[in-house]
């Protein structure tokens, strides 16, 4: 068994440095941060509990035997409230997403049952059959709201999380159902070496999940800041209004899709008069009132169908389908 736990250490490693990839990330992301926090305490405890049961060959001199007592349980015990701390991170990248609690009550049974049996969580097996189970179950669980949640942004993202999704639960489920499957009348089907094929695709995916988690989660974060700078550049700051080049986008959309039905459009450039007087007057944060003011108004008054941005200073221009000139003129006045 010394490959498997060697995987394990590896993958322990593997761990630590996802680690220390999030601790740059959570003092720049400051809407992030909760959501860092928990994948951190995730992964420190999926990394140590890795790490405790690969290296117990080279700590204690035997994979099994010689082991303090009840350590081979803290491991997983550890294993699995980090399980569940890096799944609250990933569901807390959209708050949509509702606790389960069926993965909660799981964690617990995991975490308590081999302390009650300890002929359950013997060898470095046991523990990779064990907390593959949870962490598959994890994948699973977490699968489609987390690509429901991405798509709405990031559509590439959103079909790489169901492809790699599928096959990361389904290798970390290998071995366990391969080890429950010894229970059912088809056992003497099983062969060692299908055993230790498995074993060894479920140790090898818990020792890369946390970093297909940390990769999901930095590209959530960074798609999320992507699309914030993506909006700052595309509305004006002070009036939430189409900046000049969101305008002209969205209003050269507009104009082809009239043009090709044969449909008239509406084009309106306003501004306020004697502005610079405001601003000379009364100072400049009463010049920015009136222009949020105008703002509102424009809101309200125009037709939902309408495009307004603010071309710039206080000028503001707006684009709307409308039916003939008379409609148009309405809504000038």
């Given at each position: 068994?010394?490959?498997?736990?060697?995987?394990l250490?590896?993958?322990?490693?593997?761990?630590?440095?996802?680690?220390?990839?999030?601790?740059?990330m959570?003092?720049?992301?400051?809407?992030?941060?909760?959501?860092?926090?928990?994948?951190?305490?995730?992964?420190?405890g999926?990394?140590?509990?890795?790490?405790?049961?690969?290296?117990?060959?080279?700590?204690?001199?035997?994979?099994?035997?010689?082991?303090?007592r009840?350590?081979?349980?803290?491991?997983?015990?550890?294993?699995?409230?980090?399980?569940?701390?890096?799944?609250?991170?990933l569901?807390?990248?959209?708050?949509?997403?509702p606790?389960?609690?069926?993965?909660?009550?799981?964690?617990?049974?995991?975490?308590?049952v081999?302390?009650?049996?300890?002929?359950?969580?013997?060898?470095?097996?046991?523990?990779?059959?064990?907390?593959?189970m949870?962490?598959?179950?994890?994948?699973?669980?977490?699968?489609?709201?987390l690509?429901?949640?991405?798509?709405?942004?990031?559509?590439?993202?959103?079909?790489?999380?169901?492809?790699?999704?599928?096959?990361?639960?389904?290798?970390?489920?290998?071995?366990?159902?391969?080890?429950?499957?010894m229970?059912?009348?088809?056992?003497?089907?099983l062969?060692?070496?299908?055993?230790?094929?498995?074993?060894?695709?479920?140790?090898?995916?818990?020792?890369?999940?946390?970093?297909?988690?940390t990769?999901?989660?930095?590209?959530?974060?960074?798609?999320?800041?992507a699309?914030?700078?993506?909006?700052?550049?595309?509305?004006?700051?002070?009036?939430?209004l189409?900046g000049?080049?969101?305008?002209?986008?969205?209003?050269?959309?507009?104009?082809?899709?009239?043009?090709?039905?044969?449909?008239?459009?509406?084009?309106?450039?306003?501004?306020l008069?004697?502005?610079?007087?405001?601003?000379?007057?009364?100072?400049h944060?009463?010049?920015?009132?009136?222009?949020?003011?105008?703002?509102?108004?424009?809101?309200?008054?125009?037709?939902?169908?309408?495009?307004?941005?603010?071309?710039?200073?206080?000028?503001?221009?707006?684009?709307?389908?409308?039916?003939?000139?008379?409609?148009?003129?309405?809504?000038?006045?």
């Amino acid at each position: 068994m010394l490959h498997i736990q060697s995987i394990l250490a590896v993958g322990g490693v593997v761990h630590l440095v996802c680690l220390g990839m999030l601790v740059p990330m959570r003092r720049d992301s400051t809407r992030a941060r909760g959501s860092i926090d928990w994948a951190i305490a995730g992964l420190l405890g999926i990394a140590g509990s890795m790490l405790a049961v690969g290296l117990a060959p080279l700590l204690f001199g035997s994979a099994s035997g010689g082991l303090p007592r009840g350590f081979m349980q803290i491991a997983l015990a550890v294993n699995v409230a980090g399980s569940v701390s890096f799944s609250e991170a990933l569901r807390r990248l959209d708050g949509r997403v509702p606790a389960n609690w069926a993965i909660y009550m799981g964690a617990i049974v995991l975490a308590v049952v081999p302390f009650l049996l300890p002929s359950l969580l013997t060898k470095a097996s046991d523990f990779v059959a064990l907390s593959a189970m949870l962490s598959g179950g994890v994948v699973f669980t977490l699968l489609d709201p987390l690509a429901r949640s991405v798509s709405q942004s990031q559509a590439r993202l959103s079909r790489i999380v169901i492809i790699a999704g599928f096959v990361l639960g389904g290798a970390l489920l290998s071995f366990p159902i391969m080890r429950l499957s010894m229970f059912l009348p088809t056992a003497s089907m099983l062969t060692p070496t299908m055993l230790a094929v498995t074993l060894t695709l479920s140790a090898l995916a818990a020792a890369i999940v946390g970093q297909v988690g940390t990769m999901l989660l930095i590209g959530v974060i960074n798609g999320r800041i992507a699309q914030e700078f993506r909006k700052l550049a595309a509305f004006d700051t002070l009036t939430g209004l189409r900046g000049r080049r969101a305008f002209f986008e969205d209003g050269a959309r507009l104009l082809a899709a009239r043009f090709s039905a044969s449909r008239m459009t509406c084009l309106m450039m306003l501004d306020l008069d004697h502005f610079k007087k405001i601003n000379d007057t009364y100072g400049h944060p009463a010049g920015d009132k009136a222009l949020v003011t105008f703002s509102n108004m424009l809101r309200v008054s125009a037709p939902e169908s309408a495009i307004i941005g603010r071309y710039g200073g206080e000028e503001f221009c707006m684009l709307l389908p409308v039916e003939d000139r008379a409609q148009a003129r309405d809504i000038g006045r």
